[in-house]
């Protein structure tokens, strides 16, 4: 079973204004409305929560016009509600359908054998295979040409995040974890890997038949797997510097994976921005012994973002069959 984790605990500590105080101190200026000026502001604000009455953009000064009259409320969607019901089974509403279209462990390529799900399947498959949890989703339409269309809604690409994993269900019996609390520890490097390949991002090519279902297609030449393992080249001004040197890259031109994926964002020139959380707990630092090795700020830096203990699912306690990874 996957280790007990408080998403929710509070580890920065600092005195700090929060992002929101910020923005409500700065909406209280009589200059507010440079903050609103264009999209972003409005984003900005949504995204932190705050109050506010959207005014125009005129001079700094102006008096705010009247608010517009609220719109009337929609008319109601007509369906009976679905009944509270504690079924392993997925409801809808009377005169709808569902079906599924991509699974966990389905193949996204040709060479990739249908997923067995008893646990037995290869960690590496899963660089081709659906990973867990499904979550964010973007959806790109694909003319003829095989580019973006944003008026095609038959056939496209489908992106989306693989947050986390259901342990229990990825292995035969189970992760199997030796030892408990402080001293839990993994010891097959098999299991392990295929929870990294089950993380990260799925781009499949999905389309719809005539008579109106979905399927994915399975060797379509866009799919592909972002993971856990998975070689990201460094760009910017960060990269090659000191600043980004690790052990997997000496040189600090590259870095691999993505973990823990959750919310996502997509650019006015269409491309995906898969957007990871909680990332700190994925990670093994005892303090003890790696403290006297860090400096004053590193200390503070690391229990800010609640870098403690062996981490969520235990990966860094395994040995690697490996001995260099």
Same mark, same amino acid.
């Given at each position: 079973?996957?280790?007990?984790?408080?998403?929710?605990?509070?580890?920065?500590?600092?005195?700090?204004?929060?992002?929101?105080?910020?923005?409500?101190?700065?909406?209280?200026?009589?200059?507010?409305?440079?903050?609103?000026?264009?999209?972003?502001?409005?984003?900005?604000?949504?995204?932190?929560?705050?109050?506010?009455?959207?005014?125009?953009?005129?001079?700094?000064?102006?008096?705010?016009?009247?608010?517009?009259?609220?719109?009337?409320?929609?008319?109601?969607?007509?369906?009976?509600?679905?009944?509270?019901?504690? =079924?392993?089974?997925?409801?809808? =509403?009377?005169?709808?359908?569902?079906?599924?279209?991509?699974?966990? /462990?389905?193949?996204?390529?040709?060479?990739?054998?249908?997923?067995?799900?008893?646990?037995?399947?290869?960690?590496?498959?899963?660089?081709?295979?659906?990973?867990? !949890?499904?979550?964010?989703?973007?959806?790109?339409?694909?003319?003829?040409?095989?580019?973006?269309?944003?008026?095609?809604?038959?056939? /496209?690409?489908?992106? #989306?995040? !693989?947050?986390?994993?259901?342990? #229990?269900? %990825?292995?035969?019996?189970?992760?199997?974890?030796?030892?408990?609390?402080?001293?839990?520890?993994?010891?097959?490097?098999?299991?392990?890997?295929?929870?990294?390949?089950? !993380?990260?991002?799925?781009?499949?090519?999905?389309?719809?038949?005539?008579?109106?279902?979905?399927?994915?297609?399975?060797?379509?030449?866009?799919?592909?797997?972002?993971?856990?393992?998975?070689?990201?080249? %460094?760009?910017?001004?960060?990269?090659?510097?000191?600043?980004?040197?690790?052990?997997?890259?000496?040189?600090?031109?590259?870095?691999?994976?993505?973990?823990?994926?959750?919310? !996502?964002?997509?650019?006015?020139?269409?491309?995906?921005?898969?957007?990871?959380?909680?990332? =700190?707990?994925?990670?093994?630092?005892? =303090?003890?012994?790696?403290?006297?090795?860090?400096?004053?700020?590193?200390?503070?830096?690391?229990?800010?973002? /609640?870098?403690?203990?062996?981490?969520?699912? %235990?990966?860094?306690?395994?040995?690697?069959?490996?001995?260099?990874?």
């Amino acid at each position: 079973m996957s280790q007990v984790a408080d998403d929710d605990v509070v580890t920065n500590t600092s005195n700090n204004p929060h992002l929101r105080d910020i923005v409500a101190q700065r909406l209280a200026s009589p200059r507010r409305r440079a903050l609103l000026k264009g999209s972003a502001g409005a984003a900005a604000l949504a995204f932190v929560g705050a109050p506010l009455t959207l005014a125009g953009c005129g001079g700094d000064d102006d008096p705010a016009p009247a608010p517009a009259p609220a719109p009337a409320r929609p008319a109601a969607l007509g369906f009976t509600a679905v009944p509270k019901s504690v =079924a392993d089974t997925v409801t809808v =509403a009377n005169g709808y359908t569902y079906s599924v279209l991509y699974r966990l /462990g389905d193949p996204i390529a040709a060479s990739v054998p249908e997923y067995r799900n008893d646990g037995t399947d290869s960690a590496a498959s899963f660089a081709w295979r659906a990973g867990d !949890h499904h979550d964010a989703i973007a959806y790109y339409g694909l003319g003829s040409d095989g580019k973006y269309s944003a008026t095609n809604s038959s056939r /496209g690409l489908l992106v #989306m995040n !693989h947050e986390a994993i259901t342990p #229990m269900f %990825l292995h035969p019996n189970g992760p199997t974890v030796v030892g408990s609390g402080a001293a839990a520890q993994r010891t097959v490097p098999e299991e392990v890997l295929r929870e990294y390949y089950v !993380h990260g991002i799925s781009v499949i090519e999905v389309e719809k038949n005539a008579s109106g279902a979905w399927s994915y297609k399975k060797n379509s030449l866009y799919n592909r797997r972002i993971h856990t393992l998975t070689e990201c080249v %460094l760009s910017g001004p960060a990269a090659g510097t000191h600043y980004m040197v690790t052990k997997y890259s000496p040189n600090g031109t590259r870095t691999r994976g993505t973990v823990n994926n959750c919310a !996502h964002g997509v650019t006015p020139w269409h491309t995906y921005i898969g957007c990871e959380e909680n990332w =700190a707990g994925y990670f093994r630092r005892i =303090a003890a012994t790696d403290n006297p090795n860090r400096s004053a700020k590193e200390i503070t830096a690391l229990n800010r973002y /609640g870098i403690a203990g062996n981490g969520r699912e %235990l990966w860094a306690t395994v040995t690697p069959d490996t001995p260099d990874d």
